[in-house]
């Protein structure tokens, strides 16, 4: 069902967004008066499945998951073409020209929302059933709002349209008018919602992902009791579960909507530009096998770039010897000489979350989580901690994480106080997402973001950094969109 949906969304997508995107852009003519497509049943879906399509940024995984990760204290990066822009996150000396702050954050995200106003201004004319139309609407502001709340985790206020017919040049919103906009679009938006598994297909929103939207957007703006609450309502659903093998639960096999611990990916597919890239960047050179993945059959049709997705040998020497979350990260392997090499040490681990041995090139199958069951178990332990220190509740949500990850239980010996469970909530989600794309916000939140690069002896790791600026072709464009302080 997962890639039955792929192609539904994205057939949609590459129908209209030929024909549709100069005139939202621009000035709507025809393909937005009330004689046209969007009238139609399939007509609005085609629009609101290119607004899916936009925030399915498969090709451009890797830079999800690195762009929050090689500037922390668990990713890395070496070599090839990439190095050029990574190196800029990893030593903080990025500038509003970097084309991953326009390509891989910006513009899929006012995509997203450019399209989800379409299907929100022409819902009422389409000819379908009142039922539908409540859920297309609902389904498209719950986009929306999802991809202001990227933004915001990325630059701050941005500007808020939220109609196709706004002036180019428009003010950044407030910080309290986005906070209230992402809030009222989803909450407003749940009741319309199916409950999850009973959505037409896998990837279509339903009250489980969107709460767990509104949870990990809650969390990150530190409103603990609106995330406690919003976490507990994913968890009384009595849907989602942590699959029982940490090490099988990213495999392709196990995809799709039986897998009750995933409420959110970026579904990914062996074709471009439908591929998950990563894996072709953690490959260290020469990769031929590794004793520690022998499941994992490569072959030369794979790509393995130049560039290298590494880890961090601080953070990978965190684990525990016996914790199962080691087991998808290699440290040794051998090469197309024959040769064992040690990847332990220097910085020079890698991630193998992402193998699939149907790679064909660059392009694995694996999709990429947005949102775990594990993430909510931890976002909930997280705020219940900071509302009322560390409450038996909250040790039983982290402990169980840690029991499928096969390490002891954290006890109140271990976390006596609220600062001391804060510290253990983020080493624990540093174990459990790894290459997820986590690790950014992750550290924001703690306060660390600045701090622990500036440990590493990152000298431009300044406080105003812990906002990335505006792209400067949207600074170019718009006249009214201010520049984050410091760039």
Do not use: H
């Not at 929302?113 to 502001?141: C, F, H, M």
């Not at 976490?231 to 093998?245: C, T």
């Not at 909930?380 to 509302?387: C, D, H, K, Q, V």
């Not at 990152?458 to 105003?464: D, G, I, S, W």
């Amino acid at each position: 069902m997962k890639k039955a949906f792929i192609y539904l969304f994205f057939s949609g997508f590459l129908l209209i967004f030929s024909s549709c995107e100069q005139a939202l852009e621009v000035t709507p003519k025809s393909e937005f008066s009330p004689s046209n497509v969007l009238t139609s049943e399939s007509g609005i879906k085609s629009l609101l499945f290119s607004s899916y399509a936009q925030q399915q940024t498969q090709s451009n995984s890797r830079y999800v998951i690195n762009d929050s990760e090689v500037s922390t204290d668990i990713g890395f990066n070496t070599g090839g073409a990439e190095n050029g822009q990574l190196i800029t996150l990893v030593n903080f000396t990025w500038d509003p020209s970097i084309g991953t702050f326009n390509d891989d954050m910006w513009t899929p995200n006012y995509r997203t929302i450019r399209d989800a106003n379409g299907v929100i201004e022409n819902i009422a004319n389409v000819n379908t059933s009142d039922a539908n139309k409540k859920l297309y609407k609902a389904e498209a502001r719950v986009l929306r709002a999802q991809a202001y709340a990227l933004l915001y985790n990325f630059f701050g206020p941005v500007p808020l349209r939220t109609s196709t017919t706004q002036a180019a040049d428009l003010a950044r919103a407030t910080d309290a008018e986005l906070k209230t906009f992402i809030e009222t679009e989803i909450t407003q938006s749940l009741a319309d919602l199916p409950d999850p598994g009973k959505e037409e297909a896998f990837g279509r929103l339903n009250k489980g992902n969107a709460n767990g939207i509104l949870a990990k957007f809650y969390l990150n703006t530190k409103q603990w009791q609106k995330a406690a609450d919003a976490a507990k309502a994913v968890i009384d659903l009595n849907y989602y579960a942590l699959n029982p093998s940490f090490v099988d639960l990213f495999r392709v096999e196990n995809e799709g909507g039986n897998n009750r611990e995933m409420l959110l990916v970026l579904q990914c597919r062996t074709e471009d530009p439908f591929g998950n890239w990563y894996q072709a960047g953690a490959l260290p050179p020469s990769y031929k096998s590794s004793p520690q993945f022998p499941n994992y059959v490569y072959k030369s049709t794979m790509s393995n770039f130049a560039t290298q997705y590494r880890l961090r040998t601080a953070f990978t020497s965190t684990f525990a010897p016996t914790d199962k979350r080691l087991q998808l990260i290699c440290t040794s392997y051998v090469n197309s000489s024959n040769q064992t090499v040690d990847l332990s040490t220097g910085d020079n681990a890698r991630s193998f979350k992402y193998w699939d041995n149907n790679t064909v090139g660059n392009n694995s199958g694996t999709d990429v989580p947005v949102i775990r069951y594990a993430d909510i178990l931890l976002t909930r332990a997280e705020a219940l901690n900071e509302l009322n220190g560390p409450t038996a509740e909250a040790f039983a949500l982290i402990n169980q994480v840690r029991t499928r990850a096969g390490i002891p239980n954290l006890t109140d010996t271990d976390a006596p106080t609220k600062e001391a469970f804060r510290t253990a909530i983020f080493r624990e989600r540093g174990w459990e997402f790894v290459s997820e794309g986590k690790r950014r916000e992750d550290l924001i939140r703690q306060g660390t973001f600045i701090s622990l690069a500036q440990a590493r002896g990152v000298t431009n790791a300044k406080p105003e950094r812990v906002l990335f600026p505006i792209p400067q072709s949207e600074i170019d464009a718009n006249k009214l969109c201010v520049q984050n302080p410091g760039y």
